[in-house]
């Protein structure tokens, strides 16, 4: 959370319930945008990107569509992977 509040962005909540999916971290951007945040804990960066599921991803969008309309502005997704020791690694793409 504090890597992004570093960006200036400004958190509206976390763990916020939509019909689709929980949102770990909800921020409002300094463009004037949504960010969600996924957050997940590893130990082996290695296997990054096989912790999120298609299923997964698929309700994370659903969700940042349905944030959009409600909020009518732009929705982005990122995903936060953490370790112990508290390195954060961010992935601002989805959609593979």
């Not at 689709?20 to 082996?44: C, I, P, Y």
């Amino acid at each position: 959370m504090k890597h992004y509040q570093l960006k200036g962005y400004q958190l509206l909540g976390q763990r916020v319930k939509t019909p689709f999916a929980e949102v770990d971290l909800l921020f409002k951007t300094s463009r004037q945008t949504l960010l969600m945040v996924e957050v997940k804990t590893t130990n082996l960066s290695d296997f990054q990107p096989f912790r999120i599921s298609k299923k997964q991803k698929a309700r994370l969008v659903r969700a940042m569509l349905f944030l959009a309309s409600r909020w009518d502005i732009p929705v982005e997704v990122h995903w936060a992977f953490v370790t112990k020791d508290g390195q954060i690694t961010v992935f601002e793409d989805i959609s593979d």
